[in-house]
C-alpha cells in the first residue's frame, strides 16, 4: 500500500513539470533563533526592506530585512558584483536572495548575517510614492489607519497581528482542551440579541429599486391601452381555436393554433407584470417598507452577537462556542468602539452563573499564560513601546484568582470613595462606566474583578431573573487597563419568564418564538458569556486605540477596503 501511495505521488509531481521548481524558504525569526549555530549553512529567505544603504563606494549595501516573523530584521550583505545595489536599497523594496549564515564581526548588534550570493527575485518600490519612512522615522498610529494596506509593514501593526493570531490559537486550543465544540453562527440574522435595535440592515430593495428604475427608463411599463389591445388579439386568437375545433381540423392545426394562443396569453401575463413595477423602494398601504419583497421576504440584519442562535447547539451538545464578526451600527467615535469586531461566545448546559465565572476567569488566564510562553519578543516590544506594565499585567492576571463581588456590593464600595471624583455619579441601577470599573480593578483591588449580580433594567432579556426581581444572575469579568473585557450570564430558561421579559423589552415575541422553543422542548439550565476579542488584546498590549488592534477597522465614515 505504502508503494502504491509513493507511486501515485510520483505520478502526480510529473504532471508539474512544466511548473518552475518551489522555493523552500528559510523564515528569518528561524535564522535568528538558531544564531551562530546554523553560521555556514545556505538558506533562501524572503522579505521587504526596512532600511538599506550602499557602503564601500557603492560597492556593496546593507538591507535590514524583514519577513513578518518575528519583531527583528535581518541585516543582508548584497555585492554590487551579485545585483545593482540602487534597485535594492529604498525601503519597501522585495527581495527573495539565496546566501550563507555568517557570523558578524565582533562589537555589532547583530548575532547573524546572511551573505548574498543570489538574488532571486525583487518587487521594486517608487521611493518617492512610498507612504511609509526609513528607519526609526515613524508615522503616529492615527496616520498609519490612512494607509491600512500596508501598515502591517510596520513593526507595531506586525507585532499586534502575531499576538491576536496567537491570542486565537490559544482560544481554540483552551475549548479543545475543556472538550467544546467550535460552532460557525450566522452573521446574517433576523433577531436581535442586545435589544439595543443599533443593527446594520441587509437588504437588496435599493439595488433592486435602482435596477427597476434603469429599466423603466430604457423600457418603460406597457399602458393600459397596450394591455387591452394584447388582450384582444387573445380573445382572437382564443376564438380562432375554438373555430377549429368545431371544424373538426386536424390535431396539428388546433395544436399549432393552441401554440399561438399561449404564446399571447404569456406576452400578456408579461406586460401586466411590468405594469407593476414602480419606481422606488416598494412600500405597504400603510406606507411601511414592504420587507417580503426583499430577498429574505423579511427583515433581516449584520449580527450583533452569535449567543442566541449557539445556545441552540448548547440545548444538544452542551458545551459548545462561537468565535466570529460581529456588528454594531453605534454612531460612536470613541477608542474603544468599532462597527465590525470579533467576539468569542461559549455556552455551557447544565451551568449555572458560579460555573460561567469559573470558566470565564480560567480562559482569560489561560489566554494571559499564553502569551507570555508563546510571544515573549512581541510582548518585550509592547513594554518598550506602548506599555512598561504590559507583561506585569498578564503574569498578574495569570497567576492571581480573581475577585468576586455583587454588583450591590461594587457601587456600596465606589460611593464611598473620597479620594477620587467620578466623571459619571454612582448609584445603584446605573451601568457602571469604564472609570468605575478600572478604579475597582486598579484602585480598590489591585487585581482582576468580578461583579455579578447586576439590576435588570440594564441587562438583556435573556438573563436569568434573580428571587429578589431586582437583578438577574449576569457577571461582568473587570481587568485593569481595560475594564470590562467579559460580559455574561445565566440565561433564563423559564418559558414563562422569559416571554414576559422579552415583551418588557419592548421586543416582538415573533422572531424570537424559536428561542423559546429552547425552552418549550426539554429546557435546561444553561449559561455563556462573550469576550471582546479586540478588548482582550488592547488589555494585553496596552495599545490606546482599538482601531489599532484589528487587520481592517471599521467604524463612522471609514471602512477602508
Not at 482542551?177 to 446574517?188: D, G
Not at 449555572?352 to 510571544?375: F, G, I, P, R, S
Amino acid at each position: 500500500m505504502a508503494a502504491d501511495a509513493v507511486a501515485a505521488a510520483m505520478a502526480a509531481s510529473s504532471l508539474c513539470d512544466d511548473l518552475e521548481p518551489a522555493t523552500v524558504r528559510t523564515c528569518i525569526r528561524d535564522v535568528l533563533a538558531a544564531g551562530a549555530a546554523r553560521a555556514g549553512e545556505r538558506v533562501v529567505v524572503g522579505g521587504w526592506v526596512r532600511t538599506g544603504r550602499e557602503q564601500g563606494k557603492g560597492t556593496f549595501a546593507f538591507l535590514e530585512l524583514s519577513d513578518g516573523s518575528c519583531v527583528s530584521t535581518l541585516q543582508v550583505i548584497v555585492d554590487a558584483a551579485v545585483h545593482p545595489l540602487a534597485r535594492l536599497t529604498a525601503t519597501g523594496t522585495s527581495v527573495l536572495v539565496e546566501g550563507e549564515i555568517k557570523e558578524p564581526p565582533e562589537g555589532t548588534k547583530q548575532n547573524v548575517e546572511l551573505k548574498v550570493s543570489r538574488v532571486l527575485e525583487v518587487g521594486e518600490v517608487d521611493a518617492a510614492a512610498y507612504p511609509l519612512p526609513k528607519g526609526k522615522v515613524k508615522l503616529t498610529l492615527e496616520k498609519l489607519r490612512d494607509v491600512v494596506h500596508l501598515r502591517p509593514r510596520t513593526n507595531t501593526i506586525g507585532a499586534v497581528a502575531r499576538i491576536r493570531h496567537q491570542l486565537a490559537y490559544a482560544t481554540h486550543r483552551f475549548f479543545e482542551e475543556n472538550r467544546f465544540l467550535y460552532v460557525h453562527t450566522p452573521i446574517i440574522t433576523t433577531s436581535d440579541c442586545e435589544g439595543a435595535g443599533e443593527m446594520f440592515q441587509v437588504t437588496t430593495l435599493f439595488s433592486q429599486a435602482e435596477k427597476t428604475e434603469k429599466e423603466l427608463k430604457e423600457n418603460p411599463a406597457p399602458s393600459e391601452s397596450e394591455i387591452e389591445a394584447a388582450k384582444v388579439i387573445v380573445k382572437e386568437k382564443g376564438d380562432a381555436v375554438a373555430q377549429l375545433k368545431a371544424a373538426k381540423a386536424s390535431k396539428q392545426d388546433i395544436s399549432a393554433a393552441v401554440d399561438v394562443l399561449n404564446r399571447a396569453k404569456e406576452h400578456v401575463s408579461k406586460l401586466e407584470e411590468r405594469s407593476k413595477l414602480k419606481p422606488g423602494i416598494p412600500c405597504r398601504d400603510d406606507g411601511s417598507i414592504a420587507f417580503e419583497n426583499d430577498f429574505f421576504k423579511r427583515q433581516a440584519f449584520l449580527t450583533v452577537s452569535g449567543q442566541l442562535q449557539v445556545e441552540t447547539y448548547a440545548c444538544a451538545l452542551s458545551s459548545v462556542y462561537t468565535f466570529g464578526p460581529t456588528f454594531r451600527a453605534e454612531n460612536s467615535h470613541t477608542s474603544r468602539h468599532l462597527a465590525e469586531f470579533w467576539m468569542v461566545e461559549p455556552e455551557i448546559a447544565f451551568a449555572n452563573l458560579q460555573d460561567d465565572m469559573n470558566c470565564a476567569e480560567k480562559y482569560v488566564q489561560y489566554l494571559c499564560k499564553w502569551l507570555l510562553d508563546h510571544c515573549r519578543e512581541d510582548m518585550e516590544f509592547m513594554v518598550k513601546n506602548y506599555d512598561k506594565s504590559a507583561i506585569e499585567r498578564l503574569e498578574l492576571v495569570s497567576s492571581t484568582p480573581f475577585v468576586r463581588i455583587s454588583y450591590t456590593k461594587a457601587v456600596e464600595l465606589l460611593k464611598n470613595v473620597t479620594g477620587k471624583k467620578f466623571d459619571n455619579k454612582v448609584e445603584w441601577g446605573i451601568d457602571l462606566a469604564s472609570e468605575h470599573e478600572r478604579y475597582l480593578t486598579e484602585d480598590i483591588f489591585k487585581k482582576p474583578v468580578i461583579v455579578y449580580n447586576y439590576p435588570k433594567g440594564i441587562k438583556a432579556f435573556y438573563m436569568r431573573l434573580n428571587d429578589d426581581d431586582k437583578t438577574v444572575a449576569a457577571m461582568d469579568v473587570l481587568v485593569p487597563k481595560v475594564g470590562e473585557l467579559v460580559g455574561g450570564s445565566q440565561r433564563e430558561e423559564r418559558l414563562d419568564v422569559l416571554k414576559q421579559r422579552i415583551l418588557d423589552a419592548g421586543l416582538p415575541l415573533e422572531p424570537y418564538e424559536w428561542y423559546l422553543d429552547l425552552r418549550r422542548f426539554g429546557s435546561v439550565k444553561h449559561s455563556g458569556f462573550g469576550l471582546g476579542f479586540e478588548r482582550m488584546i488592547l488589555f494585553a498590549t496596552g495599545m490606546e486605540n482599538i482601531r489599532d488592534v484589528i487587520p481592517f477597522p471599521r467604524y463612522p465614515g471609514r471602512a477602508d477596503l
